[in-house]
């Protein structure tokens, strides 16, 4: 079972600029989930929303190409994939000739579905999109939706997870809220790098107390997890402590080496969102 440790995170890495798949690193999720109270079947659906930003390969002429990639990977598969590894692969593809687009589409989502789902039973490709350069201009980019926490004038004082600043307003009828923060902020859980994000609550159920929650998404800021670690951690607190009969959690975070992740966690199924990145992205 591979661990972060045994990454290439924080460590030197010799640039391989020819095509090569072994360069991806999964990582399990069954280990940091069990951490926050789930073995089983997960009380969520959704994916991981991936973009990058930096593929270059060359055509059948040796002429470089570029675009942009999309990538969505089901929260129900065993693994993550650690983002330098996927960073080096991606890499590995430029000084690589390829066929044309759609060779390089159809790589892209073999190797990376056979990543995450090793050791595992497939049970759906991941999805991919290819974008090319005369359509750059079509990327929309959009803030997301709901009430500021940010207005909020609180004294912070935990930088750990606290989910205990976590509350209900037990007087009051149920709602149906959309909440927002641009202060989420974690480190990295193997270099201790910050990792900066955005993150929107969507719930039905009894008011959360906001000064709380927005104290509580402060609490990341010292706290050393991966992007979908950090969003299974949110939506289970919340889950747990403030029992929505309905809840959405869904965070951007700005890149790292040409790669975001978008991880987006819901209670019942529902479409994704658009992969639309924030102008921090």
């Known amino acids: 079972m591979n661990t972060p440790e045994q990454s290439q995170l924080g460590k030197a890495s010799a640039y391989v600029d020819q095509y090569d798949a072994s360069l991806l690193f999964p990582i399990p999720r069954a280990g940091k989930r069990a951490e926050i109270g789930v073995t089983g079947a997960a009380p969520?659906?959704?994916?991981?929303?991936?973009?990058?930003?930096?593929?270059?390969?060359?055509?059948?002429?040796?002429?470089?190409?570029?675009?942009?990639?999309?990538?969505?990977?089901?929260?129900?598969?065993p693994n993550i994939v650690e983002s330098k590894s996927f960073k080096l692969?991606?890499?590995?593809?430029?000084?690589?000739?390829?066929?044309?687009?759609?060779?390089?589409?159809?790589?892209?989502r073999t190797d990376i579905s056979e990543a995450v789902w090793r050791g595992g039973v497939v049970q759906s490709s991941i999805g991919v999109k290819l974008i090319d350069a005369t359509l750059f201009d079509r990327e929309p980019l959009h803030e997301l939706d709901g009430l500021s926490l940010d207005r909020l004038d609180v004294e912070c004082t935990h930088y750990q997870p606290a989910p205990e600043l976590l509350t209900t307003v037990p007087d009051e009828g149920v709602v149906n809220e959309v909440l927002v923060s641009n202060l989420l902020k974690s480190n990295c859980l193997v270099t201790g790098q910050p990792d900066w994000g955005s993150v929107q609550i969507r719930y039905s159920g009894l008011p959360i107390q906001q000064e709380g929650l927005?104290?509580?998404?402060?609490?990341?800021?010292?706290?050393?997890?991966?992007?979908?670690?950090?969003?299974?951690?949110?939506?289970?607190?919340?889950?747990?402590?403030?029992?929505?009969?309905k809840l959405t959690v869904y965070a951007r975070y700005t890149r790292r080496g040409g790669l975001d992740i978008n991880p987006f966690r819901t209670s019942h199924p529902q479409a994704l969102p658009g992969n639309t990145r924030t102008a921090r992205q």
Not at 224 to 238: G, K, P
């Open 44 to 77: 969520f659906f959704g994916a991981d929303m991936w973009t990058a930003f930096e593929l270059s390969w060359l055509n059948t002429r040796g002429k470089p190409q570029v675009a942009l990639v999309h990538f969505t990977i089901p929260c129900e598969t």
């Open 214 to 245: 927005l104290q509580y998404l402060v609490s990341f800021r010292n706290h050393n997890e991966f992007h979908e670690q950090c969003v299974e951690r949110i939506f289970m607190d919340i889950w747990t402590r403030c029992k929505p009969t």
């Open 89 to 108: 692969y991606l890499n590995s593809y430029n000084n690589t000739r390829f066929a044309d687009a759609a060779d390089v589409l159809a790589r892209l």
